[in-house]
């Protein structure tokens, strides 16, 4: 618990991927051999805490009362992997050696148990969104629903300019039980992909880096005692390398 405590104090401090100048080493390091890792843990991060309950919003609930909206401030600490160069040299002065993200969020239910989300965050000159769907396939009890099971798919972007622009996307599988009192717990299992492409703006020409089908998992829980707040802490096992999540959230 107090590594965990130590990590979030972290992770607001640092509450986006450019708190450590990571693009200056990238550009020192523009070579197939690294660029293919930091491809890797970049995917990683991107597509870590995107969905964090199974349960659908609605397009209106009259009880309780609820409009079907949730937005959110989405963290995530991921630990660096190993064959990382360029991140672990970037983060060399650093006392944890995590990768902080940062990204807000905006999600709206419509019919048919389906949400729309929307992420975005920008600094400097790098813009950060993304899109996803996600489909309640699942409830039981079928009268009183306690346990649900969904499925997300999503797409993210990060653009920097002139130095590189990374895709990805993910399909997640949800379940969550959403009846018990203050508290939600939820597992995600995802697979993700993702592409970089270096601008030739660096000055060497135009290099692509691919990974593909990274199986990531996540086990937290959400926690509300009052109305339309909600807070969410969860653990991330993401390609074998650990993380955590954080989300402050309002849901009305």
Not at 26 to 38: E, G
Not at 137 to 146: N, R, Y
Request: with cysteine; charged share 20%.
């Amino acid at each position: 618990m107090e590594k965990l405590k130590n990590l979030m104090i972290l992770l607001m401090v640092n509450v986006s991927l450019y708190a450590v100048d990571i693009f200056e080493e990238f550009k020192n390091r523009v070579q197939q051999q690294y660029i293919d890792p930091f491809t890797k843990d970049l995917t990683g991060i991107v597509c870590s805490n995107s969905i964090n309950t199974a349960d659908s919003l609605g397009l209106f609930k009259a009880v309780p009362p609820s409009i079907g909206l949730d937005l959110s401030a989405s963290f995530v600490l991921k630990e660096i992997s190993s064959e990382n160069i360029i991140l672990n040299e970037a983060f060399k002065e650093q006392d944890f050696k995590y990768i902080p993200f940062f990204s807000l969020q905006i999600s709206k239910g419509l019919p048919l148990n389906i949400d729309l989300i929307g992420r975005i965050f920008s600094y400097s000159n790098v813009i950060f969104y993304g899109a996803g769907v996600k489909y309640r396939f699942l409830s039981f009890p079928p009268i009183v629903p306690v346990v649900n099971c969904a499925v997300g798919l999503f797409y993210n972007v990060i653009d920097a300019k002139d130095i590189l622009k990374h895709n990805s996307y993910s399909i997640n599988a949800v379940i969550s039980v959403d009846k018990l009192p203050f508290i939600r717990p939820y597992m995600v299992v995802g697979l993700d992909n993702g592409e970089l492409t270096v601008y030739e703006a660096i000055g060497i020409g135009e290099i692509k880096s691919r990974f593909k089908n990274g199986l990531r998992y996540e086990v937290g829980f959400r926690l509300s005692f009052v109305p339309f707040v909600y807070i969410s802490l969860g653990y991330l096992n993401v390609y074998s390398v650990n993380g955590y999540t954080l989300n402050l959230g309002l849901k009305f």
